[in-house]
């Protein structure tokens, strides 16, 4: 289905670029003209949604997302070429993963050619929104919540998927690298439970360790795993690496750790640059003894650790030019702007 022709027609009609500050962007929202929605009854399948214009939903207090946290989101880009093109980063991969959480969380999901049939239309309709290459990128926030009343603890008679986006530019402010508080108190996820999928239930918990991390100073939170305390897992929304030599090591997507399509994306880019990578178990011992250490994600994109603190502990780590980080934030992004040819079939023309 063709976006309906409102949004189209307003952004043909009107300016190229919305009135936005494009060199002031942080990793906030601005609103923007248009969002997606559609809606399915459970087990059946999503129809053909709608652009409608961006603001407020109406949910009957009764949903499961309301009550019960069943909900899932995802998170990707757009980015605009030097010649004008606007792209997405593996859109399919975010369909898919959104499929794994439906099944683990008893959602009906859109199937992967509906969801980027979806993220496409809506980023055209807010075409005027995709910042000038090299100055931001465009945000794109796929929900699938159960939004059909029911009280018990159940599945929601029905679902909503639901698209916004926002421009943004960088995550964090800081330019050098993070600094990060591991949390020996907190865990994010355990053994069984929802830490493998993009469940909104696993953010509100690490919210209180962020806070009081942020308040010290920490640029974000390392959590270990739950069971034994002794490894490493993930940032608060970003996959962490070790490099020592030749060696890139990152813990295993066993289930309590977000499989990153970051993460994924790195790992192979540094295969193709003759590192060894390894997903395995990483202890604490080893990140405080690693050269290099860097977080991945959709929105930090790849960002060089520039401390890490462990009790009373703080260990420095390399950053800046000769860091790996660097090189392979660059390979990533020249791929994600156009800067040099996507080989691997990893852009989404719009
Ligand atoms: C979204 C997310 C990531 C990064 O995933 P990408 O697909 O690379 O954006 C990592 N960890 C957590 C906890 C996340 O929510």
Redesign the pocket.
Known sequence: MAPSSSPLLTSESGEKYANVKWEELGFSLTPTDYMYVSKCRQGESFSDGKIVPYGDISITPCSPILNYGQGLFE?LKAYRTEDDRIRVFRPEQ?AL?MQTGAERLCMTPPSTEKFVEAVKQTVLANKKWVPPAGKGTLYIRPLLIGSGAILGVAPAPEYTFLIYVSPVGDYHKVSSGLNLKVDHKYHRAHYGGTGGV?SCT?YAPVVKSLVEAKSSGFSDVLFLDAATGRNIE??????IFIVRGNIVSTPPTSGT??P????KSISELARDIGYQVQERDVSIDELLEAEEAFC????VVVKAVESVTFHEKKVKYRTGEGALSTKLHSMLTSIQMGLVEDTKGWMVEI
Not at 234 to 239: D, L, M, Q, Y
Not at 296 to 299: E, I, K, N, S
């Open positions: 998170g975010n993963r993009k696993n993930e940032v608060s929304a970003c996959n750790i977000l990153g399509i970051t993460r991945t994600g959709t929105a």
